[in-house]
């Protein structure tokens, strides 16, 4: 893998851990398979957090486009060990290690809130609408529908254009 990169934030719940990076192909395919704490247990404590990541070649595609393939995956270690580092380990091997960051913080400079709803709706209203900072990762079920504007804005356009997803 080409290009590894990580962010790690601590929240309540356990360090989030953010992993991107480039395959080499189209063939190529990665996966987080363990984390410490987590999946992996240590007799001793490392002192760091650890993320364990198989990369392996597709045995059943054929051909194989021979371009760098975006990558990333997110995991959370759980609890509150205190741990300041977070170690990236690809196929066994220390690729990268990342400062824990504290909880990203929103400071609310007007145009910065935008509204998201579930890709693939129908016409008419949107579904599932939420107002979320800029800055924030969206999963990839939803799509930016408004802003970003003023949060303000966002609850008026919120308001106005989206409804509820009844099951």
Same mark, same amino acid.
């Given at each position: 893998?080409?290009?590894?990169?990580?962010?790690?934030?601590?929240?309540?719940?356990?360090?989030?851990?953010?992993?991107?990076?480039?395959?080499?192909?189209?063939?190529?395919?990665?996966?987080?398979?363990?984390?410490?704490?987590?999946?992996?247990?240590?007799?001793?404590?490392?002192?760091?957090?650890?993320?364990?990541?198989?990369?392996?070649?597709?045995?059943?595609?054929?051909? #194989? !486009?021979? @371009?760098?393939?975006?990558?990333?995956?997110? /995991?959370?270690?759980?609890?509150? $060990? =205190?741990?300041?580092?977070? %170690?990236?380990?690809?196929?066994?091997?220390?690729?990268?290690?990342?400062?824990?960051?504290?909880?990203?913080?929103?400071?609310?400079?007007?145009?910065?809130?935008?509204?998201?709803?579930?890709?693939?709706?129908?016409?008419?209203?949107?579904?599932? #609408? !939420?107002? @979320?900072?800029?800055?924030?990762?969206?999963? /990839?079920?939803?799509?930016?529908? $408004? =802003?970003?504007?003023?949060? %303000?804005?966002?609850?008026?356009?919120?308001?106005?254009?989206?409804?509820?997803?009844?099951?």
């Amino acid at each position: 893998m080409y290009n590894v990169q990580g962010r790690a934030y601590q929240t309540r719940s356990g360090i989030y851990v953010l992993v991107s990076g480039l395959l080499a192909n189209s063939c190529m395919r990665a996966q987080i398979t363990g984390t410490y704490p987590g999946s992996v247990v240590h007799i001793v404590d490392p002192g760091h957090g650890e993320v364990f990541i198989r990369e392996w070649r597709d045995p059943g595609t054929h051909f #194989c !486009a021979q @371009h760098l393939v975006p990558w990333s995956e997110h /995991a959370l270690l759980p609890g509150d $060990f =205190g741990h300041k580092e977070v %170690a990236i380990y690809i196929n066994d091997a220390l690729k990268l290690t990342v400062r824990v960051e504290g909880q990203p913080t929103h400071v609310d400079t007007n145009k910065e809130w935008i509204v998201t709803a579930l890709v693939g709706a129908p016409a008419g209203p949107y579904l599932d #609408c !939420a107002i @979320h900072h800029q800055g924030d990762i969206i999963l /990839a079920i939803y799509r930016r529908v $408004f =802003g970003p504007d003023t949060r %303000a804005a966002c609850e008026t356009f919120k308001a106005q254009n989206c409804t509820k997803l009844d099951l």
